[in-house]
């Protein structure tokens, strides 16, 4: 597998940030990227970006307001019984997606790093374009977020931690990007993820979003790290939707090396 050095790489330029605004992604020319998607399907004009008001009922039939994510008493106020979840309605004039996705958010040094499962809080599911649009418009965009936050969006049933049986032979290609081009990564990402881009069906489990100071980090999860042709495909999609030169090395880690390191740091030093 390739390796990555520590530099970060610069975005290519050809999409500007404007083009990237979700009402004008969706009428951009690059809407013939979206393999699995017909023109028709991504013609919806997803809501406005100043809106606030979208209740989580929506998502999670509660009456609660949507949560903050960096209020440190909304762990407990927001808390959701992800096992007891209804099933996600599709309304008959939505255009569903492949998968179901849940959208997970985390905050590093809430918790301990070696119970980080207890810092995971889903924020949001989705099973159509439009619904995806409804949680996006909700959302901070990557750069409005504090360091040491993740968000990942993964297929239901999978959640973003190496243990997870969907993940743990996997991997993940990792990109390390300056702040000022996260927005445009993270979108662009996910969208190629909802719109089937990548063509190695059920061997994608997710994207996750990692902000740090001063870089942050971009990654999609993959179920089978030995799956060469899968890792490659990927990869290469990756390049070219986030125009990443082929001169540039890209960074695959594999889960099991890091289970490894984990249950190591676990384990009493030896002199």
């Known amino acids: 597998m390739e390796k990555m050095p520590a530099k970060q790489y610069e975005m290519g330029s050809s999409t500007s940030t404007k083009s990237m605004q979700p009402q004008k992604f969706l009428h951009s020319k690059r809407i013939g990227h979206m393999d699995s998607f017909s023109r028709h399907e991504m013609m919806y004009d997803p809501p406005s970006m100043e809106s606030?008001?979208?209740p989580r009922s929506s998502y999670f039939n509660s009456s609660k307001p949507w949560p903050d994510l960096e209020s440190d008493e909304s762990d407990m106020e927001n808390e959701i019984d992800i096992d007891n979840l209804p099933p996600i309605e599709v309304g008959p004039h939505e255009h569903r997606l492949q998968y179901t996705y849940w959208l997970w958010f985390s905050r590093?040094?809430?918790h301990r790093a070696t119970d980080y499962s207890k810092s995971l809080r889903v924020v949001g599911r989705c099973a159509s374009v439009q619904q995806w649009w409804s949680l996006y418009s909700h959302l901070k965009r990557?750069?409005?977020?504090?360091?040491?936050?993740?968000?990942?969006l993964f297929k239901q049933g999978i959640k973003p931690m190496w243990e997870d049986p969907a993940n743990s032979k996997g991997g993940q290609w990792v990109i390390r990007l300056r702040k000022n081009q996260i927005d445009r990564?993270?979108?662009?990402?996910?969208?190629?993820?909802?719109?089937?881009?990548f063509l190695v069906g059920d061997e994608i489990c997710g994207v996750v979003l990692t902000t740090r100071s001063p870089e942050c980090s971009l990654s999609v999860w993959n179920r089978t790290a030995t799956d060469h042709a899968s890792t490659t495909r990927?990869?290469?999609?990756l390049r070219r939707i986030l125009n990443i030169p082929v001169s540039v090395?890209?960074?695959?880690k594999i889960h099991c090396d890091s289970?490894?390191?984990?249950?190591?740091?676990k384990g009493p030093l030896k002199s």
């Not at 990927?234 to 999609?237: C, H, L, V, W």
């Open 52 to 54: 606030k008001s979208m």
């Open 108 to 110: 590093k040094g809430t």
């Open 142 to 152: 990557p750069t409005a977020l504090h360091p040491y936050r993740d968000l990942s």
């Open 185 to 197: 990564a993270w979108e662009n990402v996910c969208m190629a993820m909802l719109g089937e881009q």
């Open 234 to 237: 990927i990869r290469d999609t």
């Open 249 to 252: 090395p890209m960074e695959y």
């Open 259 to 265: 289970l490894k390191y984990v249950a190591i740091s």
